[in-house]
């Protein structure tokens, strides 16, 4: 039981160039979340998929696509990366009604 | 919009108690979390408060006053493995999306 898994776990991209970041959770959980994390700040959200086929935006969703390809996986791609989007990205998971989330083990992505 | 506002640096020794206040602004409140993140580490779920109160969880306590848009986590019996970043979290508006705070840095000293 691995829990909630995201690949790569480092990644550096130059201005402009695009990458999918991976996310897929193995407990069955329908809401599934992308959190991105900056020195000093809280986690701040960028998307989430409440259930299989949904999609929302959350606080911070420009520069990022998602897509819910099944219950397991919940994808974030970044079409053409900045350097503001230089950051640890978290994917988490939760079943509905209850508070507690479950989240991966994060990826560094430096764009420079 | 929602806004928290908790300390960035907490600092106590080994076997003392510890508070980490959270205060908030938010509407359509449901509830206050509290997460545990060590450095380099991923967050982990410590507690939920929904109801005004204390909820206790082994050495980790945490508080809600409703009234008073306010919050607490305490600490109790400090372990050097306590040292970590805390965040409170709250669940609200028409979307019930999880915002954090940006952290309180426990450092536990021996």
């Known amino acids: 039981n691995a829990g909630v898994t995201q690949t790569p776990k480092f990644q550096v991209l130059k201005t402009g160039q695009s990458m999918t970041l991976q996310c897929a959770q193995d407990?069955?959980?329908?809401?599934m979340y992308w959190y991105r994390q900056d020195p000093g700040m809280g986690l701040r959200l960028i998307y989430y998929?409440?259930?299989?086929?949904?999609?929302d935006k959350g606080e911070v969703p420009n520069g990022y696509n998602v897509s819910r390809l099944n219950k397991r996986e919940f994808s974030l791609r970044l079409e053409s990366a900045a350097p503001s989007q230089t950051s640890v990205y978290f994917c988490?998971?939760?079943?509905?009604?209850?508070?507690?989330?479950?989240f991966g083990s994060g990826t560094q992505l430096s764009v420079l | 919009g929602q806004s928290l506002e908790q300390p960035s640096e907490v600092t106590a020794v080994e076997g003392a108690i510890v508070q980490i206040n959270c205060t908030y602004q938010?509407?359509?409140?449901?509830?206050l979390s509290w997460y545990q993140q060590h450095d380099g580490g991923a967050p982990t779920f410590l507690s939920y408060n929904a109801l005004d109160g204390l909820e206790e969880t082994g050495r980790f306590s945490s508080f809600l006053s409703r009234s008073d848009s306010y919050g607490y986590l305490l600490l109790q019996e400090l372990q050097m493995k306590d040292s970590a970043s805390y965040f409170c979290a709250v669940r609200s508006g028409s979307a019930r999306q999880l915002t954090f705070g940006s952290g309180t840095q426990l450092t536990v000293l021996p």
């Open positions: 988490a998971s939760s079943e509905p009604g209850t508070e507690k989330l479950f």
């Open positions: 998929s409440a259930s299989e086929g949904t999609t």
């Open positions: 938010t509407s359509g409140f449901y509830g």
């Open positions: 407990m069955n959980h329908n809401s």
